[in-house]
């Protein structure tokens, strides 16, 4: 079983619909991340939840809604979103506090917004 | 300026042949520095830390520069295995982790 397991691995939206991305780690840690990763472009910071608790949004638009219910789980609420936001969305978790800077990813979620 | 800026290639070489990747930071007061891997469509994958002595993992060899603020990947006998786009990492220490990612660079190996 992988560490971080991230839900749907693909999936196609309308600008009108609804949606949410699942993200679930199973390495104990107690921070969670959600990345943004644009073609041609750097991984670009979301989110960060660090013992369920949001300590960054990264002037992230209101169409992205995050969600963290308790450490081992986080996710991605999606509405009314545009073309450009197609991107991978990628989910990471850390063990804050631990001296060690590690996140380990999940293998993302493609995301085609038509 | 770009907080982490890398070439992002492609770099061509063939098997068997040595390979160096460097990496810029902005920021002066990072503490944390890293490689990942990132293959075609995946997600990125830790391919070793940087600490301030350099480090050495089998044919990867990682370097630190403080006073010049860059980062730097040796790949010696390249492998088929090890195309793939590799980011510079660094974290801006701002109490909690926040990496920041280069772009990446990308290296072809060519039988």
């Known amino acids: 079983e992988t560490g971080v397991t991230q839900t749907p691995r693909h999936l196609v939206m309308g600008m009108t619909n609804k949606k949410s991305l699942k993200c679930e780690q199973h390495l104990g840690h107690n921070a969670m991340y959600w990345y943004k990763q644009s073609a041609k472009k750097p991984l670009e910071l979301m989110f960060v939840?660090?013992?369920?608790?949001?300590?960054e949004n990264n002037s992230v638009p209101s169409r992205f809604s995050p969600e963290c219910p308790n450490s081992s789980h986080l996710f991605l609420h999606l509405h009314t979103l545009q073309p450009e936001d197609s991107a991978l969305y990628l989910c990471?978790?850390?063990?804050?506090?631990?001296?060690?800077?590690?996140?380990?990813f999940g293998a993302g979620t493609r995301l085609s917004v038509l | 300026r770009k907080e982490v800026e890398q070439d992002p290639g492609p770099f061509n070489v063939p098997e068997g042949a040595t390979v160096a990747f460097n990496c810029t930071y902005s920021n002066s007061a990072s503490q944390s520095f890293f490689w990942y891997r990132q293959d075609c469509r995946k997600e990125p994958k830790l391919l070793m830390s940087?600490?301030?002595s350099g480090n050495e993992d089998g044919r990867f060899t990682a370097q630190l520069n403080r006073a010049s603020q860059y980062i730097s990947l040796l790949i010696r006998d390249s492998k088929l295995s090890d195309s793939a786009t590799y980011l510079c990492v660094v974290n801006k220490n701002t109490g909690f982790q926040k990496l920041v990612f280069g772009t990446g660079t990308r290296l072809l190996v060519s039988p």
């Open positions: 940087v600490y301030s």
């Open positions: 939840y660090n013992f369920k608790e949001q300590t």
């Open positions: 990471a978790s850390s063990q804050a506090g631990s001296g060690s800077d590690i996140q380990y």
